[in-house]
Structure formats: C-alpha cells, structure tokens
C-alpha cells in the first residue's frame, strides 16, 4: 500500500516570502500522480498543483512550484511571495496510473500561517 | 460554473438517528467519491461509484452506505451515527476518461456532521 508523509504539522512564512512543503511517499509503483490540495479553513478543498510521475519536468502553475524527485520519494511545494490568501492547510496526495477511479491517498497536511 | 455541491452545508443528528447527505455535480464526471475527515486529519475514502458501479473500502463500517440514482447525484447514509462519526463529509467527482492524462478529483464545500 502507498503512503504519504508531511513530517510538517505547521509551518509558518512572512508575506512575500518563499516557503517549501515537505512531502515524501512510499510506492512500489513506477507509474502514478502526485498532488497538492490546499483546504483553506471552512472552506473546500481546491487543487493547487499536479505531477505526472513520467514527466521530469517539474510541475509549476504560478507562484506555485514543486521539486519532484521520483528517486528519491519526494514531492515538495514551492510558494513564491507568498499572500495572507495562502493560509490554510496544504495536503499533498497521490494517485496511482492504474485504474479509472483510483483512490486519493493523502498525507496528514501541512498547517501553513501568513504573517504580515 | 461547472461544481461539486454538497447538502446540507452543517447537519446535526442525534445518536443512532439515520441521517443522509447530499452531494450533487455538474460536471457530468463518471466517478463520485465520499471522504471522511475528522478534525486535523486528512480525508480517508469510505466509497466510490464508477458510473453505477459502487466500490467500497475495505475498512469502511457497514454503518455507512450509498447511493446513486442518477450521474449528478450521490448520498450518504448513515444508518445508526456514533458519536465517532462526527467528521466533515467531502464528496469529490472525477472524469473516468484521460484529461490531459490526469483523474483530478474535485471537490465539494463539505457537510459537517454533529452527532449529539
């Protein structure tokens, strides 16, 4: 079974500043996709960013960029200048290539705070 | 605007009382899914359906169940609600087909389940 870690319960950035995500996953699986969701409080959860396994490149929409080490399991977001409007929890998830409706497995997020 | 939504928004049940939430799409995706996530953790599949097709996880309670009539809609019922079951309910939806080559799921605002 695959696993996600976020070893960060909480991290906390200056706006305007650039902060990274921590996240790492355990698979057998050479083929799979990998996520970042950011649920902001009381509010639902939206997709951030997403990785194709395959694809070397990283992934970037925006301020928003990921470091994807297929080696070595690891999966971190970049938030470039950052915005108070970047509060909330970031969880990052994957997804295996198999199937049609395969299932999210998230990690247990990542609590970030925009101080001014 | 093409969305997940999801009703009610806050449900308060008492112990043991059935309750059934409400999750509805209009982008017409082939895959529902219901998710449970309890304070400061992250969602955890109870079931999907692929088309009419249910799929449930191997750890979910048989206290829970789902249905769907129709491609737009999808409920959860909740049969005898403990007080464990108090939880945030998300409903996501995903495309069955490739999009872009990615099943991203979207998601809905949530129903939040007060057992008393």
């Known amino acids: 079974a695959q696993t996600v870690t976020q070893s960060q319960p909480e991290m906390s950035v200056q706006e305007a500043e650039t902060v990274t995500l921590s996240c790492t996953y355990d698979?057998?699986?050479?083929?799979?996709?990998l996520f970042w969701y950011k649920q902001p409080p009381s509010r639902q959860m939206i997709l951030v960013i997403r990785?194709?396994?395959?694809?070397?490149q990283n992934a970037t929409e925006n301020r928003f960029s990921v470091n994807f080490q297929k080696a070595a399991k690891s999966f971190s977001l970049k938030i470039s200048d950052s915005q108070l409007g970047d509060a909330a929890m970031y969880f990052c998830?994957?997804?295996?290539?198999?199937?049609?409706?395969?299932?999210?497995?998230f990690g247990t997020g990542t609590r970030l705070q925009v101080t001014l | 605007d093409a969305m997940v939504i999801q009703n009610p928004r806050y449900q308060v049940t008492q112990f043991g009382k059935p309750v059934t939430l409400s999750c509805s799409q209009t982008?017409?995706?082939?895959?529902m899914y219901w998710y449970q996530q309890k304070s400061s953790q992250a969602p955890k599949l109870l079931f999907h359906y692929y088309d009419k097709d249910f799929n449930n996880e191997a750890d979910t309670p048989d206290n829970f169940q789902s249905r769907r009539p129709n491609t737009s809609f999808c409920f959860l019922d909740i049969r005898s609600p403990g007080l464990g079951d108090a939880a945030m309910y998300l409903c996501?939806?995903?495309?069955?087909?490739?999009?872009?080559?990615?099943?991203?799921?979207?998601f809905g605002p949530g129903t939040r389940l007060t057992v008393l």
């Open positions: 982008l017409n995706h082939n895959v």
């Open positions: 990785q194709e396994a395959y694809k070397q």
């Open positions: 698979t057998s699986e050479s083929d799979y996709y």
């Open positions: 998830a994957y997804r295996s290539a198999r199937g049609t409706a395969s299932k999210l497995t």
């Open positions: 996501a939806t995903s495309s069955g087909e490739t999009s872009g080559g990615i099943y991203t799921q979207y």
